[in-house]
C-alpha cells in the first residue's frame, strides 16, 4: 500500500465537506433543463454517470461543452461543477458534465477510459438533444485540466488509442479551456509527483503510462486552440504557466488569462471561477471562455 495514501484520503475527505458547505451556500440557477445521472455504461456505478444542461426553450441547435470536473484525480464527482455548468448552460451552450472512476481504487489508464466512454456515448446519443454535433468544446479544472489535455492528445493520435485501448469518438474539439490546470506531475514537485503511485500503481517508473503525466510529451502543433485560465492564487498557477509556454513551443493556438484582481481583499483562489461561478470575477472569467469558444463556431 503506498504510505501516503490515507493522508491524500484525508485532505480530499475535508475538501469534501467544504465542497458540500460552498454548494448548500450558493443557490441554483434557474431557467435550465437538467437531465441528471444518465449512465453512459450500464454498469450501476455513479462513476458511470453524467448531467446534461441547457436552456428552458431552446429550439435550435446548441453549442456543446463537455465538463470533466477536478479534484486530484482521487476525489470529486460531477455535482461539484453543477453551478459552474450551469451557468455556462445560460451563456448560451449545451453543457455535458461527466463523472469517471477515481484513483485510489482505480488507475489513471482506466479513468481515461471512462472519460473516452462518456464522449462515446455523447457522440452517439446528443442527437436526442439540442445539441450541434459541429461544434463540441472542452473544459476541465485542476486535474479535469490534465484529463482535457490527456484526453485531446489521445484523440489525435492512433498510437495514443493504442496505448489506452480506446477508439477515435468519432469527432474533435473546436477548442478546449484549461482551468487552473494540472500539466507536469513528473517536474520535481512534491505536491505534484505525490500523486504518481495512486495514478500508475507501485511499479510507476515502468508504467506506460508515464509519459501522458507530462503534457509537453504529448502535445502536438494538431491541438485545437486552448484558452488557458489562472489566478494570482491558483497554488497551480506556474503549471498553467508551463503549459502556455508548451504551446508557444510547438506553435498551438492558445489565449491565457491570469487573473491577479482580489475579492474581498484576497487573491483568487484555485479553480475560482468554478466553486463560485456566481462571484463578479468568476462570472468575467466564464464569460472570457464562453466567448473564445463562441468565437470559434462554424
Known sequence: MYILKPILEANWKNTEKMDALRIASQTEPEGLEQFLDI??????QKAHLLDIYYPQGTQEKLPVIIDIHGGGW???YKEINKYFCLKLAQ????VASINYRLAGDFLFDDQIRDIFAALKWLGENLKDYPADMNNIFLAGDSAGGHFSC??????LNKDMQKDFQVDYIGYDFKAVAAICPAVDLLSPNFLMNVNIPILLGSKSRKSPYRKYLD???IA???FPPFYILTASGDFLRAQAYKLKEIFENIGVEYAFSDFTEKLNGKSLAHVFNVVD???VYGDKANEEIAKFFKGRVQ
Do not use: E, H
Not at 449512465?39 to 450501476?44: K, T
Not at 451563456?91 to 449545451?94: N, R
Open 277 to 279: 461561478p456566481f462571484s
Open 220 to 222: 502536438s502543433k494538431n
Open 150 to 155: 490527456v484526453t485531446t492528445a489521445v484523440n
Open 91 to 94: 451563456k448560451g451552450f449545451l
Open 74 to 76: 482521487m476525489y470529486g
Open 215 to 217: 503534457v509537453k510529451q
Open 39 to 44: 449512465p453512459y455504461i450500464n454498469d450501476g
